[in-house]
T-cell receptor, first 115, second 110 residues
Framework: KAGVTQTPRYLIKTRGQQVTLSCSPI?????VSWYQQTPGQGLQFLFE???????NKGNFPGRFSGRQFSNSRSEMNVSTLELGDSALYLC??????????????FGQGTRLTVV | DAKTTQPPSMDCAEGRAANLPCNHS???????VYWYRQIHSQGPQYIIH???NNETNEMASLIITEDRKSSTLILPHATLRDTAVYYC???????????FGTGTRLTIIP
């Protein structure tokens, strides 16, 4: 079974630009979550999508947004990039069809550098 | 979600069992204990989880105290590839959000 796939793996953008990152979950998984990892703040939850609806949201500004498609693939968008947005962005997928104790599986991440 | 406390770093000799402690004294009845690890610059890897019973899989064992206020992750025969940051996370059942702390940096020594 293929794992969680994130594209691109590396990205360099200029301040003020916007960026879109993509995540393809494990087949059959319906929940996709996004995380930001920086040396200063560690791993922080951005948001979670389930059946094309945002179900949970972390404490990030509105410049960070996402969406999920009917095939469970997800994208996240960051507008008006700032230097502080440089980070490893991680996507995790899980299946919440049954049971309360699902396991989330992470992709390898997209390393975004803002210059 | 309940907070967790882990030692910032630990060393373990290769081939020995690595025992990683985690304190979660404010855990609620509907919260599970999850363990993940992250090898440098890779995505976190799921290891194991449990509610109140001890659990074992091919990677590790999870021992949860009877009062559920603490747990221990056991890697039975540590190898150099087990060098990573290990995160203990308490998560409400049905809530996909994972709240990561600073974790324990485990170094396996040859």
């Amino acid at each position: 079974k293929a794992g969680v796939t994130q594209t691109p793996r590396y990205l360099i953008k200029t301040r003020g630009q916007q960026v879109t990152l993509s995540c393809s979950p494990i087949s059959g998984h319906r929940s996709v979550s996004w995380y930001q990892q920086t040396p200063g703040q560690g791993l922080q939850f951005l948001f979670e999508y389930f059946s094309e609806t945002q179900r949970n949201k972390g404490n990030f500004p509105g410049r960070f947004s996402g969406r999920q498609f009917s095939n469970s693939r997800s994208e996240m968008n960051v507008s008006t990039l700032e230097l502080g947005d440089s980070a490893l962005y991680l996507c995790a997928s899980s299946w919440t069809g049954q049971g309360m104790d699902t396991e989330a599986f992470f992709g390898q991440g997209t390393r975004l550098t803002v210059v | 979600d309940a907070k967790t406390t882990q030692p910032p770093s630990m060393d373990c000799a290769e081939g020995r069992a690595a025992n990683l402690p985690c304190n979660h004294s404010t855990i609620s009845g509907n919260e599970y204990v999850y363990w993940y690890r992250q090898i440098h610059s890779q995505g976190p890897q799921y290891i194991i989880h449990g509610l109140k019973n001890n659990e074992t899989n091919e990677m590790a064992s999870l021992i949860i105290t009877e009062d559920r206020k603490s747990s221990t992750l056991i890697l039975p025969h540590a190898t150099l590839r087990d060098t990573a940051v290990y995160y203990c996370i308490v998560r409400v059942g049905g809530n996909e959000k994972l709240t990561f702390g600073t974790g324990t940096r485990l170094t396996i020594i040859p």
